[in-house]
Structures are given as structure tokens and as C-alpha cells.
């Protein structure tokens, strides 16, 4: 699951980068997103694997909504982290919210026992607010870091999270 918010206003910032990851894997796998209830759906083989690609038209404060009916015992969520540097990609299983609405919705709903594939946007300058940052275009080093993390995903579902941690969470 990527997480992000639909429509064109947020397409291109900082708190849809989950989103442009699955349009990634979508397009490196041929997926083709349809509607599905409270999420956009995307079929795609990963090798011997199926896999679906989601992004909630939830919003993103209430992306946990999004997965009722859906089965989420492998769920990999793609999401920003401003505690992360720019452009920097990191996987963790487990976790809290960190102050991030969409995983706060998620854990609410799911639990915390879930992967996650951090991708860094740091924090705003001063005097910026959190809200105005994260719904800012993203900077070119996050742009660089979308096909990392879905590399990064991709690796999760091909190896495991521990092997993936291993090889993306090594500072550079």
C-alpha cells in the first residue's frame, strides 16, 4: 500500500511519495489501477507471487478505512518519514505512528506488525509548518529515492524484510 492523498492537487508532494511507488511497481509489473471500494487496486505478478498494489481514496488521515476487506497478513505500506534525510530509504517492521496520520489510521485499524518502506523528506525550514511541508512539491534527492523504494519493496516481497533491511537501511 502506498500512501497518499487522490487527486491532482497532491499528485506531486512530499506526502504522496507512497502513491508514486505503487505507480512504479504498477508500471514495472503491468498493473493497471481499477476502483475497489475505498482504494484504487492493481493486480501484479511479482515472479510466482500475486501481489495487489493499493492506494486509499481515503485520504490520507483515514488510509486504515481502505483496507477493510482486504487481507493484510504480508502488508508492505510506502510512506514519507520526516525523520529521514531526503532521498534516504530505510525498511522497518513494527513501529508507532511517528505523527503521521496514515499510520496512525493504519495501526488503528490493523495493528503495527507490518512493514514499512520509509522514504526520507526531512524537516521543514523554519517557519514552515509540518502540513505546508509535507504538501509541498517534493526536492529532486526524494524524486531520485521513488525507484529505490520500490526496489525496496520489491526486495521485501522477494527476500524478506530482514534481508531487506539489511541491504537498504546501511549508512551512505
Do not use: C
Given at each position: 500500500?502506498?500512501?497518499?492523498?487522490?487527486?491532482?492537487?497532491?499528485?506531486?508532494?512530499?506526502?504522496?511519495?507512497?502513491?508514486?511507488?505503487?505507480?512504479?511497481l504498477a508500471k514495472?509489473?503491468?498493473?493497471?489501477?481499477?476502483?475497489?471500494?475505498?482504494?484504487?487496486?492493481?493486480?501484479?505478478?511479482?515472479?510466482?507471487k500475486n501481489v495487489?498494489?493499493?492506494?486509499?481514496?481515503?485520504?490520507?488521515?483515514?488510509?486504515?478505512?481502505?483496507?477493510?476487506?482486504?487481507?493484510?497478513?504480508?502488508?508492505?505500506?510506502?510512506?514519507?518519514?520526516?525523520?529521514?534525510?531526503?532521498?534516504?530509504?530505510?525498511?522497518?517492521?513494527?513501529?508507532?505512528?511517528?505523527?503521521?496520520?496514515?499510520?496512525?489510521?493504519?495501526?488503528?485499524?490493523?495493528?503495527?506488525?507490518?512493514?514499512?518502506?520509509?522514504?526520507?523528506?526531512g524537516r521543514p525550514?523554519?517557519?514552515?509548518?509540518?502540513?505546508?511541508?509535507?504538501?509541498?512539491?517534493?526536492?529532486?534527492?526524494?524524486?531520485?529515492?521513488?525507484?529505490?523504494?520500490?526496489?525496496?519493496?520489491?526486495?521485501?516481497?522477494?527476500?524478506?524484510?530482514?534481508?531487506?533491511?539489511?541491504?537498504?537501511?546501511?549508512?551512505?
Amino acid at each position: 500500500m502506498g500512501l497518499g492523498n487522490p487527486g491532482r492537487s497532491y499528485e506531486r508532494t512530499r506526502h504522496n511519495v507512497g502513491f508514486l511507488v505503487a505507480d512504479e511497481l504498477a508500471k514495472r509489473h503491468g498493473g493497471s489501477w481499477r476502483s475497489k471500494k475505498k482504494a484504487e487496486a492493481a493486480p501484479v505478478g511479482f515472479g510466482l507471487k500475486n501481489v495487489t498494489l493499493l492506494k486509499p481514496t481515503t485520504y490520507m488521515n483515514n488510509s486504515g478505512v481502505a483496507l477493510a476487506g482486504h487481507k493484510v497478513e504480508d502488508l508492505i505500506v510506502v510512506h514519507d518519514d520526516l525523520d529521514l534525510p531526503p532521498g534516504d530509504v530505510r525498511v522497518k517492521v513494527g513501529g508507532g505512528a511517528g505523527g503521521h496520520n496514515g499510520l496512525r489510521s493504519l495501526i488503528q485499524h490493523l495493528g503495527n506488525d507490518f512493514v514499512r518502506v520509509r522514504i526520507g523528506i526531512g524537516r521543514p525550514p523554519t517557519g514552515v509548518t509540518v502540513t505546508d511541508y509535507v504538501l509541498g512539491r517534493m526536492d529532486s534527492a526524494v524524486k531520485e529515492a521513488l525507484p529505490v523504494a520500490a526496489d525496496a519493496v520489491e526486495a521485501v516481497i522477494e527476500s524478506g524484510p530482514e534481508a531487506t533491511m539489511n541491504r537498504f537501511n546501511v549508512r551512505s
